[in-house]
């Protein structure tokens, strides 16, 4: 197992790229602790797949470097980094049984028989396939084939890392959290390096000790759940994850107070004077209904389980506020207040950090 580092890395599939748009990977330094079970989050076509190819060896980098440890693989290919993959469709023999298609990579390293009947089993009570082992895979359902995969990208102890990209696609809702729960464990047993591709929130958070979060091209931030709920770093973050996302209202900052339109909205920290186009971002969950501040109008009530979602717009911006269902609600004219400590402030999309506050590491 090792730590990997990407170093000055980016990717164009151009042959001479020229603007920053012809990158599906801008220049970035990330690094991916050895031991870290990571998810890669972010939506259609930001660049999860490309970095997760460069790390397996499928694509070389335009620029910059991956270390696994100290060890520069650069132009090392797939075969000698010693990772594991699992893809978005299966990839079994068909005329293999279950357990031979399980001990493959196993019979590959030459391990011995013993090691791998032990290991086989415990894999496949894993991923529920005990009573199929003796089964050709040609026949099996892709959800089946499909727990295969991942059976056979987990069964090898001495790997890198093990990097999944949408391995839960066409498995079926329940099944999926079953998996993910699964995936856990073995990440709490053996501390494998895994890097889990999705464009799925709940998949990322339920997965990973920290999330990757890329947004055109770049990782805008790296942190727990609960960093990426309580101080999103870039106003994408903050609207992609939640449900529903964050709202962002155009401000005026000064010291510890915002304008929005004119209106006051004190903050519970001084900001320091901030060029660009400003913001305030607040989740739904710490808006409330109050009889004065900032004037809405509630467009629809909604009833989820044991809350509701109020849907309205401020000054022309959606606005969404998330209410325990005690709580009345109608819809027309009203006003909200603010929580001043989880409001967050933006300049350009990146947010602000109060005055002699430090970012964490
Ligand atoms: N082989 C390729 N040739 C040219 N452009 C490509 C190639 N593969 C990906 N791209 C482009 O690079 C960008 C990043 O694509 P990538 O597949 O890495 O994104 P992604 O986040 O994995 O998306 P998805 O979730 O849809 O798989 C996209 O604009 C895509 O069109």
């Known amino acids: 197992m090792s730590r990997i580092t990407l170093s000055n890395l980016a990717h164009s599939y151009l042959p001479k790229p020229k603007a920053p748009a012809d990158y599906a990977l801008k220049e970035m330094d990330h690094v991916w602790q050895d031991g870290g079970a990571y998810a890669l989050l972010g939506a259609s076509g930001c660049g999860k797949t490309t970095l997760l190819n460069i790390i ?10 991956v270390l696994f440890g100290e060890t520069d693989v650069t132009d090392a290919p797939t075969a000698a980094r010693n990772i594991a993959q699992v893809f978005q469709f299966p990839v079994v023999y068909d005329t293999m049984t279950v357990r031979e298609n399980l001990a493959f990579p196993l019979r590959n390293r030459g391990r011995d028989a013993a090691y791998i009947a032990a290991r086989v089993e415990q894999i496949a009570a894993m991923i529920g396939m005990e009573a199929m082992l003796s ?3 040609r026949g099996l359902t892709a959800d089946a084939k499909q727990k295969i995969s991942l059976g056979r990208g987990m069964v090898r102890e001495d790997v890198n890392a093990i990097l999944f990209d949408e391995p839960l696609t066409v498995i079926d809702p329940h099944m999926k959290w079953e998996l993910r729960t699964q995936l856990k464990q073995l990440h709490r047993e053996f501390g494998h390096t895994m890097i889990y591709v999705t464009h799925d929130q709940t998949e990322a958070l339920t997965f990973a000790d920290k999330v990757v979060v890329m947004h055109e091209g770049r990782v805008v931030q790296t942190g727990t759940p609960e960093e ?3 101080t999103p770093e870039h106003t994408f973050v903050g609207y992609f994850i939640g449900s529903p996302g964050m709202n962002l209202f155009e401000a005026e900052v000064e010291g510890p107070m915002a304008r929005v339109m004119g209106h006051p909205v004190p903050l ?15 989740r739904p969950e710490f808006v409330q209904l109050a009889d004065e501040g900032l004037p809405v109008v509630i ?51 990146w947010r602000v950090l109060p005055v002699g506050a430090r970012r964490a590491a």
Not at 270 to 275: D, F, I, Q
Request: net charge positive.
């Open 228 to 230: 990426l709920f309580e």
């Open 268 to 282: 519970s920290e001084s900001y320091p004077a901030t060029r660009g186009r400003v913001q305030i971002g607040i």
């Open 56 to 65: 397996s060896g499928l694509l070389r980098p335009s620029q910059g470097r």
């Open 299 to 349: 467009t629809r009530v909604e009833d989820v389980g044991r809350h509701r979602i109020l849907r309205g717009e401020a000054f022309g911006q959606p606005v969404n506020l998330l209410l325990p269902e005690e709580i009345p609600a109608a819809t027309g004219p009203a006003f909200l207040r603010l929580a001043p400590e989880k409001i967050n402030v933006y300049a350009d999309d």
């Open 135 to 137: 089964s050709k895979a």
